[in-house]
């Protein structure tokens, strides 16, 4: 049986990821495939604008067979966290043959190339990268720098490279594929080609569009006719009604002022700089009276980038420390699969899950308590935080009533 892997957010599901799901199964010949998703807040340091079982049954719903949680740690992470939690998570499962991910370029020998220094970090590399950073770049742009004076031969191939390097899509599948060099996996990574519009383009008048599109055109309450064109039909009743459920960092306001009153010190905070901490200190009063976007933008500098700033606010009010990563990473990165849903014709896959995977695979939170002990229990408090958390947003702004992760079961289509 062959099996293929994505990861993915769907923040929120549209066209250009049923196409993928279908261009996934179809490069790869596989049988199954099997999705690991953001759960309730996403990589760019927001909370995803839908629900994660309403994203999943969307999936499931335009070809998924299985659909994962991935920890939140993880999923609030940069690209380099990002990847190598979604990754292990794969690898854990036993069964993924390869990994398919959408790209501006579908060329695996440059890829691969790329992750093979980041993985090795030779000293041309790193010498190259610490002297941007002393001129004061960011992190991404002295990254992209050092990448292309150690890989580019010539002005054409240095171009090529920095254009290769200046989409999210292509630094996520290099982080992908420096995890899989990493661990040493069998799995295959599989690019593919993005058919939809740009990732960045805020347009709804293609014949694709970006999930970045369809955020602002829900914020902008742009007509239903307009976003469901880039909604497949079997899902177009689903964003509807996640549309009306819809959660925004906004509704984080509260709890962050919260945190920002509260503490004295925010270094022990995961992806929260020295330099961060000691601007969040001297300006957190200034920020009570503001809006979520307005206390971002007077924190953002030169060298913290707004993403940045996104990730490190959301790990303080979900209280996700560096001490906890750091323990996580030591001691096997991922400690248990999470079911969120399945189809029922994908019993043989799960027969063959039962046999390979090498972590917990949780159909009940009630499992949880029996099976995770030490930092498996902290990683599983965190995600029942966050899911709690934003299930209770939902609740208050909605008027609907809360429930709680133990009484929700995996969907099965």
Known sequence: MNTVGIIAEYNPFHTGHAYHIRKAK???GADHVVVVMSPDFVQRGEPALFDKYTRARMALLCGADLVLELPVC???????????????????????????????????QLFARVASV?????????????????????FPQARSEALVSCLARSANESADICQFLGTPNNILGIEYCKALQRLRSSIQPLPVLRQSSRFDSADLDGPGCSALALRR???EDRPDE?????????????FLHGKKYAVTSEELLPFLLQKLLACDSYDS?????????????????????????????SLKTRQLTEARV???LLHLILDIKANDIHAFQADGTIYYAKVLGMRRDAAPLLHELKNSCTVPFLTKPSHAHRALKGNA???????????HLYRSIQSVSAHTEFRSEYEITPLIL
Not at 84 to 104: H, K, M, P, Q, W
Not at 274 to 296: F, H, M, N, W
Not at 377 to 387: E, G, K, N, P, T
């Open 226 to 238: 307009l976003l469901l064109r880039y909604i497949p039909e079997n899902c177009r009743a689903l």
């Open 74 to 108: 993880y999923a609030t992470g940069s690209a380099e966290y990002f990847a190598e939690g979604a990754v292990t998570l794969l690898s854990r499962l036993g069964v993924i043959d390869a990994l398919c991910f959408g790209a501006e370029h579908a060329d695996p």
């Open 377 to 387: 229990a902290r990683m599983w408090q965190q995600d029942l935080f966050a899911s």
């Open 269 to 297: 905070v995961f992806d929260l700089s020295p330099e961060l901490s000691d601007r969040i200190r001297s300006l957190r009063y200034a920020c009570v009276g503001k809006t979520y976007a307005q206390i971002v933008a």
């Open 310 to 312: 996104r990730r490190a």
């Open 217 to 219: 055109g829900i914020a």
């Open 118 to 138: 980041l993985a090795e970090e030779p000293p041309a590399y790193t010498g190259k990268l610490r002297e941007q950073l002393r001129l004061g770049m960011t």
């Open 26 to 28: 179809e490069a790869s």
